[in-house]
């Protein structure tokens, strides 16, 4: 009876870490065919004085979300948190204020649709249009809108799927896989 139960017990082990498994494949595969893809280690590199890398995850809210370095200029460095939301939007928070969310993209919007990053209409917020769509390729148009100085003067953010941002990098490091620029 005994040897019955650590049998069955070994049973339901074995299988929830075969189900763990597969879901960690699972999530990885979407990671990759992401049009922003995370995973640690991730790499969008131009030069020794201007790159992003992905360091760290942290749970902001309960939510997973990935420690994005930078370095620009040489001088400068950045950290963001993102992650990609149930909506498929592309949403960066922060710890010290988990409260707050920042849309950076929707990937289920369609060409024309707007959306706006924060809600706030204040002079951080910008209205976001989707200006080009494709399998492969989608492009952001931010005008920050409340700013005074900088209303009706939009900048651009294109994602290419599987890539992340559509720059002009030396190498790009996605899953432990390279690509040369």
């Known amino acids: ?30 990671a990759s065919d992401s049009f922003l893809p995370m995973q640690v280690g991730n790499l969008w590199y131009m030069n020794d004085q201007s790159y992003t890398e992905i360091k760290d995850t942290v ?8 420690k994005f370095y930078s ?21 960066e928070s922060y710890p010290d204020s988990p409260d707050k969310i920042y849309i950076r993209a929707d990937f289920n919007a369609k060409t024309g649709d707007k959306f706006f990053t924060t809600g706030a209409k204040d002079e951080n917020d910008n209205e976001v249009t989707v200006v080009q769509k494709s399998d492969q390729e989608m492009t952001f148009s931010f005008d920050p809108v409340y700013h005074p100085n900088l209303k009706g003067h939009p900048y651009e953010v294109k994602y290419i799927k599987g890539r992340g941002w559509a720059e002009k990098y030396q190498k790009i490091k996605i899953d432990g896989v390279v690509y040369k620029g």
Do not use: P
């Not at 069955?8 to 299988?15: D, R, S």
């Not at 749970?59 to 990935?66: G, P």
């Open 71 to 91: 370095v620009v200029g040489g001088d400068a460095g950045s950290i963001v948190y993102l992650r990609i939301d149930e909506h498929n939007r592309l949403v």
């Open 59 to 66: 749970r902001i809210n309960k939510k997973l979300f990935y």
């Open 1 to 30: 009876m005994q040897m019955k139960k650590i049998s069955t017990l070994l049973i339901l082990v074995l299988a929830g870490l075969f189900t763990l498994s597969c879901q960690k494949k699972q999530e990885q595969n979407l």
